[in-house]
């Protein structure tokens, strides 16, 4: 019996499979190259498993070479220098067809897996039919700095090029004769599968928050926590905050004043894993009720509203002796109507509940209530008694009409002359001179 020998040449960068055959067996439908279990032992160490997995029942799958290339996602890299190895003792392979060399190529982001040696058919390895296949072994890739963000399913791809993922194996339903199955357009080559990354987080629960009456905040935190998971606060969805590290039990993310707090926990800080259970809610920082109505007033003016914040509860309201309530100044009210009755410094005040918090003391508002006085003018002549004919000049003294009045002479009941406390004129007999005076006293 003669074995047909298979011959590889391997170049700088791209591997080019040369095969020397009388003639080929039939090819297996199908194989699966996968990317499994893959875990990240420290924030600058990455392993993950290579499978092959014979997906074509109808053809045993004895194993003869095996070499691939494995593009990665630059932005795990993290701008550090990454060197690859292989796990001694990993490879379920024959020791002789386990794989012989791996590199990282920063300029190409390519792990390059080169082919092990060859074995006489019949000493290979059988590849097996069961998921997830038999395993060509396990990489381990160490990064001078931590890695970044792993994104199952995009961070890695076996490739042709720049460095050629292959398989060639012999096919037993025809003896002696090998067979090419290098991944081509009938034969399946899958990028990662079944990521773990160190197993998901634990979804521990949102704790604390409620009403924060002073403005210091209130706690917020979480039900529990891992070691070697690191916990980030969100207020309203943005983070705040430094990473808190888990402990093994419940953590705090310490006072917080008003918003919604969610969280979301990191594996060894570099894979964002999900977000916490539930929502901590801190509600009414600092309760300041304020009022809005007239400072100055006339005595037994009535009609004055006053108003404060809509949406609370527990309204209490007071009025100083000098005024009486007339509409409103309930529990549930925001206003409150006054009648003021008596003249001086007045005062109405407010307080009320705003999401379970009530101030200290009540808001006051000053008023101030004018008397209400009479307003009058005294009318003196340059002469008299004035002759017919003969100019008089009339002066209007205020007798209780403020400082600045305005003066509004008239004859006969028609007006006459300008604001000035004097008017000149040549009277006739019979004419009625009156002086109507505009005080600048509010009331």
């Not at 391997?10 to 067996?25: P, R, V």
């Not at 897996?113 to 395993?135: D, F, L, Y």
């Not at 926590?225 to 309203?236: A, I």
């Not at 609370?312 to 009648?339: D, L, Q, R």
Request: proline share 4%.
């Amino acid at each position: 019996m003669k074995t047909n020998k298979i011959t590889i040449l391997l170049l700088a960068l791209t591997s080019i499979l040369l095969f020397t055959s009388a003639s080929w067996a039939q090819v297996p439908a199908s194989y699966q190259c996968s990317i499994r279990n893959d875990s990240l032992t420290s924030s600058t160490v990455y392993e993950f498993d290579i499978y092959l997995q014979n997906t074509d029942l109808s053809n045993v799958f004895e194993f003869d070479l095996f070499q691939a290339g494995i593009l990665v996602n630059p932005s795990i890299v993290n701008g550090g220098t990454v060197t690859a190895s292989i796990i001694a003792g990993s490879s379920q392979l024959v020791a002789a067809q386990q794989p012989a060399s791996i590199t990282f190529s920063a300029a190409q982001n390519c792990i390059k897996i080169g082919p092990g040696g060859v074995v006489p058919h019949g000493s290979a390895t059988i590849i097996s039919t069961t998921a997830p296949g038999t395993k060509i072994a396990r990489v381990r890739l160490t990064n001078s700095v931590s890695f970044g963000i792993f994104a199952p399913n995009f961070s890695f791809n076996f490739t042709a090029t720049p460095y050629n993922t292959a398989v060639i194996a012999y096919d037993q339903t025809s003896p002696f004769l090998g067979v090419n199955i290098t991944n081509s357009a009938d034969h399946t080559v899958s990028t990662m599968t079944n990521p773990i990354l160190n197993a998901p987080v634990t979804a521990f629960s949102m704790t604390g928050g409620g009403a924060d009456c002073s403005g210091t905040g209130v706690a917020v935190g979480l039900s529990g926590s891992e070691t070697g998971v690191l916990y980030q606060l969100l207020k309203n969805s943005v983070p705040v905050g430094s990473y808190v590290a888990g402990t093994g039990s419940a953590i705090s993310f310490g006072l917080q004043t008003v918003g919604t707090y969610t969280a979301t926990a990191y594996r060894k800080a570099t894979y964002l894993t999900g977000i916490m259970t539930g929502s901590a809610v801190v509600t009414g920082s600092g309760v300041l009720p304020t009022l809005i109505g007239l400072t100055s007033v006339c005595a037994g003016t009535a009609g004055n509203v006053y108003t404060t914040e809509t949406g609370m509860s527990n309204y209490t309201w007071s009025v100083s002796a000098g005024g009486s309530i007339t509409a409103g100044g309930t529990s549930t009210s925001n206003t409150v109507t006054i009648t003021w009755n008596t003249a001086g410094a007045q005062t109405v005040s407010v307080n009320y509940t705003n999401a379970a918090c009530t101030a200290a003391s009540p808001t006051v508002y000053n008023v101030t209530v004018n008397p209400n006085i009479a307003v009058s003018v005294a009318i003196a002549a340059s002469s008299n008694p004035v002759c017919s004919g003969s100019s008089v000049t009339l002066t209007a003294t205020p007798t209780n009409g403020g400082t600045l009045p305005a003066y509004q002479w008239k004859v006969n009941g028609v007006n006459a002359g300008t604001n000035s406390s004097t008017y000149s004129y040549i009277p006739l007999n019979n004419d009625a001179i009156t002086c109507v005076l505009t005080s600048n006293i509010a009331c």
